[in-house]
Each structure stands twice: as C-alpha cells, then as structure tokens.
C-alpha cells in the first residue's frame, strides 16, 4: 500500500502534461486571434482608397439620404422552386419589408449570387387569377412586375404571369408606356411560380449584366376573372417609366474577386458599408468533411492493434469526458449586424477589434475581427472575418487524448514496475523473516542457520550480517548447553574426594567439635550431589528423547496409574483424577509421560495449600488430549506466566536448609511435551486462587 500510494506521486505527469496543454491552448488562440485580426486588415488593405467600390455606378452615392433596393450577398446556391429554404434567414424585420395594397401585399427579398440576381416575391392575395392561355394579355391576370433601367440606360419592363403554377419565362414590355398587346418571351430571365394558402410564391432569376443603377418590382392582382381589370398594386417602386425607378445597390465584383483570394475554407468574411449593408460575403464556418483515414497498411501491427484497443475502450470514455468540435452549429444570420453590430460599430468608427462569443445553440465558439477600410480620408465600411475555435478544440482534444493514453500506459507500466520491484524487495525481508524465525525456538534456542544472501544491496549485507549473528548465536548457546554437563562432570571429581577424605575421618578417633563440622560437610556434600544429579537430568533427558522409539498406548491409563501411585507418596495431599471413560491414545514414550506427570504433581504438591487437592484432569478437544494439574496456592506473577517452562528458572523463595531448586522440573516437562507433539502451559485459576499446568498432546484418532 504504501508503494502504491507513492506511485501516486506519477499522477503529477498528466496533471503537467493537462496544464502544458491549456497553456498550448492559449498560445493557439492568441495566434489565431493575431491571425483572423491580420487577415481582416489584408482585406482591408486590398480595398483602401477605392471608393468606386463602394460608389459604383448606379448605387447609391456614400452618404446621400436617398432610399434604395438593396441587394444581398447569397452564400449558397438558390434554386428556383418557389420555396425560400435555401435562402438565408432574414436578419430583422427590416430584411424583409411588408408592401400592402388594397387586396394584394408583397414581401420582397434579393439576392445576387455567381452574377445572378435573385428575387423571392411572396405574395397575399386571396383570389389567384392566371391568364387565359400564352396569348392573353399580362395584365389580365395576377402578375410580378419588374422594371430596370440597363447600363447602357434603356428602360426594360418585365412580366412574370404565367398561364399555371410551375416554371416560367419572364415576358418584356418595351419602352415606357408601352401597350401590353405584343410581349415578348424573355428566356433570360427565369421564374417559378408556387401557388400556397394566402396567395403565391415567385422567385426569378435574371443576369446582372441586365441591370443598371434602377430598379423597380410590384405585384398586381386581378381580382375579377371575368373582367380581368387590375384592382390593387403593391411593391417598393412602381414600374411604369425610369422616373419611379428606386436606385439599386448591388454588391461589388471585385470586392468578391479580393475576399476569394484572401479567404480561408473555415474562414467568413463581410464586408459592409457604413449602413451595416452586406457589400460581399464570403466563406463559411464550417469545415469541409473529415479527411479520409489513413492507409492502415503503411502502420505497424502494433500501432494498428493499440488504436483498435484505443478505439474500443479509451475513445469511448474520452468521448464522454472531452468536447469534440462538431461542423453541427448554427452559423446564425448572414447579416453580421445582427450578431456583433457593437463591433461593426467600433469598426466603422475607425478601431480594430477582435470578439470572442458562442454560436446561437452554444455548439461552437467564433472569433470575429474587425477592421476599418478607409477612403478619401475617411471610414467608407469595415471587414469582418469570423471563424470557430473548432480546429484549436480539434487539437487539444487530440492532444488530450494522446496524453491522457500515454499517461495511461506510463502510469500503468510504472505503477507495475514499481509493484513488482516492491514484491521482489519485501519477499526478500519476508523470506530473511522466515528464515530468522524459524533458526530460533519459541524458547530461544538456535535451531538452524540462515542462507546468507549474494546480493550486493543492503538486504544481501543484512541477510549476510543475520547470518553471522545466528551462527555466534548457535555457537554460544551450544556452549552453554553443554556447560552444564560439563560442570557435573567437573565437580563430580572433588565431590569423590570430599565424600572419601569425610569416610577416612569418620574411620579415626576426632574430637567432638570435629565430628559436628563434619556432619554439616556430609550435608553440603549431599545437597552439592543434588545439584549436579539435577544438572545432569536434563542433559541425559536430551539423550533419551532422541534414542527413544515411539509406541501406541492409552494414556487414561498412565494417568491413572501415575495418580494412585500420588496418592500412596504424598499421604498429606488428596489428589482428584478426573478421566474419560474411553481409551485416549497417543503415540509416544508412556516413561516419559509417567516422568512428565510426576513433576507437574511434585510442582503442585510444593504450592498446594494445606488440606486442598490438586485436581489430575484429561479430557479430548478438538483431536487434543488436555492433561492438566491444579492446586490451589499462590498465583503466578503476570511476568513469569510465559517463562516458567524455561530452563534455569524458578519462582520458589530461597530458604535456608531447604533442597535447592534450579528450576529444571517444568523444563524437563516442556521437553516431554514438544518430543511427543504437544505443548506446556501455566495460568492461574479463576479467581486468582490457584494454578493450572495444561499439557496439549495430539491423539490417534479411531478409524
């Protein structure tokens, strides 16, 4: 856990990678801004000091207060159905004009487009009059009129009255007053006409090239069939001679010829005048379709493989997390006016800007720059050039998603880098642990080595230095093991002399004094005897335990047995013996559980208070055998609970005369108990009054 909390600290590489990105982020939009801002004064460099442009023969003069037909800038193709679908949506009211007659209302709109221009004329009017047949008069029935005045300043009258709904030429009446009798097909210029509820739809198409600098367009309606008289006019101008004529403006060729130069495919550039009126327009937001993907056979397997595996998980997750650019916006009007007038304003007043602002649905985000186009020392329009941040969004999400897959797998390859290194270090300490618990008993004797490692690193010098610690141990304990017996064998010897040099007096007349110091010398003699008879049990103990040879028998038996035999020693004490009824067998030595037993009833008899029992009790659990021996007496010291089966330790006061105790009776016991599988344990009884020793041996159990 704690290697893995560390390799948290590698979290910090994406979280770097994260901010270097929105740190590129800015810079890319700082440079796109720096760049829509240059291209918007490229476009208004190109049309500096042209005041022709924005003057052009037959449009209204700069600055003149004279109303006019103005026509826009299409962006899209039109095609002549009668429906307005591929006409872009009108800015304000004032793009699509209400004109109203007695029983007639026309709602014009134009367009110019590839040196067309484009009329959408919707009409109202409840009774929808056609011309009898192809020789009527025009003016019999409902009609669109169109009255121009050409370059060349000839006045022309255009009548689209068609005989039924559906594809239509216009018909030209020539010369002013002239009568309607004899029209004539005019094949260039083209309409459409769509009848619906309120009344008709017409759109005609007609060349630029037929327009001069007046315009005029009205809708008649004829509202008897019978009669066939024209009751109601409506439209901007009249169409009866050049004198009625509005002045029309017509954006500029050559403003188109300089935005499709310096245009961009995502990049939308206006142009206008100082009335906010849409000189020429050029380019689109959105960007063309998606490149086709790459030839997967020029990749390697792997590469091919990590992006099918990155396309089934990663892309789905990082779809749900990253915004994606998507061509799927609302552009918005095609009057810049509408959306950024505030700008168009600042512009036209002589200052370059740049906005930032979200599209209508909020699905993308545009970038305007606006620049002032001067002429003759003064503002004459402004050039705004908009286009999205969807390229910038296109290469942060592909960086992000690059980064986030690469912080993936260096997370991942790290974290299990370090996991294994780890595993591999902590086995290492986990096996030194093993190994140094297992060279050593629970009692702290030295019971094997430790393999001392090859290693170089710090682990290799402790393995190495444990190694060499254990083996001074083994030898020290070996030593001290032996020592005993060692003594024993030592003091025999002058024991002898002693016991021989006391016999040769006792064989010679010795005044009395002499015969009392003697008698103590005997005493100490014996008592020394005791000393090393006790010394050497354990040692010869050892010996028995490996030479003896195990057997099957019932130790309900033995133990009851050893008991009467208690009960015929130790007259004073009353000894209860508590048994199961049926066979316990072990596997073992029945001397050595007979010798066992006798010290823990020894020990008893020693701290047994006077005129209690010391309860023998054996019983199974669990496929253990519990031989225990209580008495009642004095507790065990809490420290001493867990070190009474050591060797060398007892917890009996030291009086004087009394035989010594070196505390080698419950040593021998737990000996007894580890050679036939079990353990040894004291604890004091409930309530304090006393003490248990509890002898856990495994039993054979009855197939």
Same mark, same amino acid.
């Given at each position: 856990?704690?290697?893995?909390?560390?390799?948290?600290?590698?979290?910090?590489?994406?979280?770097?990678?994260?901010?270097?990105?929105?740190?590129?982020?800015?810079?890319?939009?700082?440079?796109?801004?720096?760049?829509?801002?240059?291209?918007?004064?490229?476009?208004?460099?190109?049309?500096?000091?042209?005041?022709?442009?924005?003057?052009?023969?037959?449009?209204?003069?700069?600055?003149?207060?004279?109303?006019?037909?103005?026509?826009?800038?299409?962006?899209?193709?039109?095609?002549?159905?009668?429906?307005?679908?591929? *006409?872009?949506?009108?800015?304000?009211?004032?793009?699509?004009?209400?004109?109203?007659?007695?029983?007639?209302?026309?709602?014009?709109?134009?367009?110019?487009?590839?040196?067309?221009?484009?009329?959408?004329?919707?009409?109202?009017?409840?009774?929808?009059?056609?011309?009898?047949?192809?020789?009527?008069?025009?003016?019999?029935?409902?009609?669109?009129?169109?009255?121009?005045?050409?370059?060349?300043?000839?006045?022309?009258?255009?009548?689209?009255?068609?005989?039924?709904?559906?594809?239509?030429?216009?018909?030209?009446? #020539?010369?002013?007053?002239?009568? *309607?009798?004899?029209?004539?097909?005019?094949?260039?210029?083209?309409?459409?006409?769509?009848?619906?509820?309120?009344?008709?739809?017409?759109?005609?198409?007609?060349?630029?090239?037929?327009?001069?600098?007046?315009?005029?367009?009205?809708?008649?309606?004829?509202?008897?069939?019978?009669?066939?008289?024209?009751?109601?006019?409506?439209?901007?101008?009249?169409?009866?001679?050049?004198?009625?004529?509005?002045?029309?403006?017509?954006?500029?060729?050559?403003?188109?010829?300089?935005?499709?130069?310096?245009?961009?495919?995502?990049?939308?550039? *206006?142009?206008?005048?100082?009335?906010?009126?849409?000189?020429?327009?050029?380019?689109?937001?959105?960007?063309?379709?998606?490149?086709?993907?790459?030839?997967?056979?020029?990749?390697?397997?792997?590469?091919?493989? *990590?992006?099918?595996?990155?396309?089934?998980?990663?892309?789905?997750?990082?779809?749900?997390?990253?915004?994606?650019?998507?061509?799927?916006?609302?552009?918005?009007?095609?009057?810049?006016?509408?959306?950024?007038?505030?700008?168009?304003?600042?512009?036209?007043?002589?200052?370059?800007?740049?906005?930032?602002?979200?599209?209508?649905?909020?699905?993308?985000?545009?970038?305007?720059?606006?620049?002032?186009?001067?002429?003759?020392?003064?503002?004459?329009?402004?050039?705004?050039?908009?286009?999205?941040?969807?390229?910038?969004?296109?290469?942060?999400?592909?960086?992000?998603?690059?980064?986030?897959?690469?912080?993936?797998?260096?997370?991942?390859?790290?974290?299990?880098?370090?996991?294994?290194?780890?595993?591999?270090?902590?086995?290492?300490?986990?096996?030194?642990?093993?190994?140094?618990?297992?060279?050593?008993?629970?009692?702290?004797?030295?019971?094997?080595?430790?393999?001392?490692?090859?290693?170089?690193?710090?682990?290799?010098?402790?393995?190495?230095?444990?190694?060499?610690?254990?083996?001074?141990?083994?030898?020290?304990?070996?030593?001290?093991?032996?020592?005993?017996?060692?003594?024993?064998?030592?003091?025999?010897?002058?024991?002898?002399?002693?016991?021989?040099?006391?016999?040769?007096?006792?064989?010679?007349?010795?005044?009395?004094?002499?015969?009392?110091?003697?008698?103590?010398?005997?005493?100490?003699?014996?008592?020394?005897?005791?000393?090393?008879?006790?010394?050497?049990?354990?040692?010869?103990?050892?010996? #028995?335990?490996?030479?003896?040879?195990?057997?099957?028998?019932?130790?309900?038996?033995?133990?009851?047995?050893?008991?009467?035999?208690?009960?015929?020693?130790?007259?004073?004490?009353?000894?209860?013996?508590?048994?199961?009824?049926?066979?316990?067998?072990?596997?073992?030595?029945?001397?050595?559980?007979?010798?066992?037993?006798?010290?823990?009833?020894?020990?008893?008899?020693?701290?047994?208070?006077?005129?209690?029992?010391?309860?023998?009790?054996?019983?199974?659990?669990?496929?253990?055998?519990?031989?225990?021996?209580?008495?009642?007496?004095?507790?065990?010291?809490?420290?001493?609970?867990?070190?009474?089966?050591?060797?060398?330790?007892?917890?009996?006061?030291?009086?004087?005369?009394?035989?010594?105790?070196?505390?080698?009776?419950?040593?021998?016991?737990?000996?007894?108990?580890?050679?036939?599988?079990?353990?040894?344990?004291?604890?004091?009884?409930?309530?304090?009054?006393?003490?248990?020793?509890?002898?856990?041996?495994?039993?054979?159990?009855?197939?």
């Amino acid at each position: 856990m704690q290697v893995l909390l560390l390799a948290l600290i590698l979290l910090a590489v994406p979280w770097v990678g994260y901010r270097y990105v929105l740190e590129m982020e800015r810079f890319l939009r700082e440079g796109q801004e720096g760049a829509l801002s240059a291209t918007a004064r490229a476009v208004a460099t190109a049309l500096h000091d042209r005041p022709a442009l924005f003057a052009a023969s037959g449009s209204v003069p700069l600055g003149a207060t004279e109303s006019g037909l103005y026509v826009r800038a299409l962006s899209g193709p039109i095609v002549l159905d009668g429906f307005d679908a591929d *006409w872009p949506a009108p800015s304000d009211a004032a793009d699509t004009p209400t004109y109203a007659g007695a029983t007639v209302s026309l709602v014009p709109r134009l367009g110019k487009r590839d040196r067309f221009l484009y009329v959408l004329a919707k009409v109202s009017d409840e009774h929808v009059i056609h011309r009898a047949n192809a020789k009527a008069r025009p003016d019999s029935a409902d009609r669109i009129e169109l009255a121009v005045v050409d370059p060349h300043g000839n006045f022309h009258r255009y009548v689209i009255a068609p005989v039924a709904a559906g594809a239509s030429q216009g018909l030209r009446v #020539t010369g002013e007053g002239a009568s *309607w009798d004899d029209p004539v097909n005019e094949p260039r210029v083209e309409a459409f006409w769509r009848e619906t509820r309120q009344g008709y739809v017409v759109e005609l198409r007609m060349p630029l090239t037929m327009i001069g600098p007046r315009l005029g367009l009205l809708a008649a309606s004829v509202d008897d069939s019978e009669r066939r008289e024209t009751t109601s006019m409506a439209g901007p101008t009249g169409t009866e001679h050049a004198g009625v004529l509005a002045s029309v403006l017509i954006p500029e060729s050559e403003i188109d010829l300089a935005l499709q130069e310096l245009g961009r495919t995502t990049t939308r550039i *206006w142009v206008v005048d100082r009335e906010h009126r849409v000189l020429a327009q050029s380019g689109t937001l959105r960007a063309a379709a998606d490149a086709p993907p790459a030839n997967h056979l020029e990749t390697s397997v792997w590469s091919r493989a *990590w992006t099918a595996l990155e396309q089934a998980t990663l892309r789905r997750i990082y779809g749900q997390v990253f915004r994606r650019p998507s061509n799927d916006f609302d552009e918005g009007t095609q009057d810049p006016s509408a959306l950024i007038g505030a700008q168009v304003d600042e512009a036209l007043s002589g200052s370059s800007t740049t906005r930032w602002r979200a599209t209508a649905d909020q699905r993308a985000v545009v970038l305007s720059a606006a620049h002032p186009i001067r002429a003759a020392n003064a503002v004459a329009g402004a050039v705004v050039v908009e286009e999205t941040t969807n390229a910038i969004l296109s290469v942060r999400t592909r960086a992000l998603e690059t980064l986030f897959s690469t912080a993936l797998v260096v997370l991942t390859l790290g974290t299990l880098t370090l996991f294994v290194f780890a595993t591999r270090l902590s086995t290492r300490i986990r096996r030194l642990r093993d190994d140094a618990e297992e060279a050593v008993d629970a009692q702290g004797r030295v019971r094997g080595g430790i393999a001392a490692s090859r290693a170089r690193d710090e682990i290799g010098d402790l393995s190495r230095s444990l190694s060499t610690m254990v083996k001074r141990l083994a030898e020290y304990n070996d030593y001290l093991e032996s020592m005993s017996g060692r003594l024993a064998h030592e003091i025999r010897t002058p024991i002898a002399v002693v016991r021989s040099s006391l016999d040769n007096l006792t064989l010679q007349t010795v005044p009395d004094d002499a015969k009392r110091y003697m008698d103590r010398a005997r005493e100490g003699l014996a008592r020394l005897s005791r000393v090393v008879a006790s010394m050497t049990e354990a040692t010869r103990l050892e010996q #028995t335990l490996q030479q003896a040879e195990a057997e099957k028998f019932d130790l309900t038996a033995v133990v009851s047995g050893c008991v009467s035999g208690y009960r015929l020693a130790y007259g004073h004490n009353t000894f209860e013996l508590m048994v199961p009824s049926e066979p316990v067998l072990i596997s073992g030595a029945p001397e050595l559980i007979a010798q066992m037993l006798d010290k823990l009833a020894a020990n008893a008899v020693d701290f047994a208070r006077a005129e209690t029992s010391i309860v023998v009790q054996l019983e199974l659990a669990r496929a253990r055998a519990l031989l225990s021996v209580s008495n009642e007496g004095p507790a065990l010291p809490e420290n001493m609970q867990g070190r009474l089966f050591d060797s060398m330790v007892s917890i009996r006061p030291a009086t004087a005369g009394a035989d010594p105790h070196l505390g080698m009776g419950l040593y021998i016991v737990r000996m007894i108990a580890q050679f036939h599988g079990g353990s040894a344990r004291a604890e004091n009884r409930a309530g304090g009054t006393g003490v248990v020793m509890t002898i856990e041996l495994p039993v054979i159990l009855a197939h």
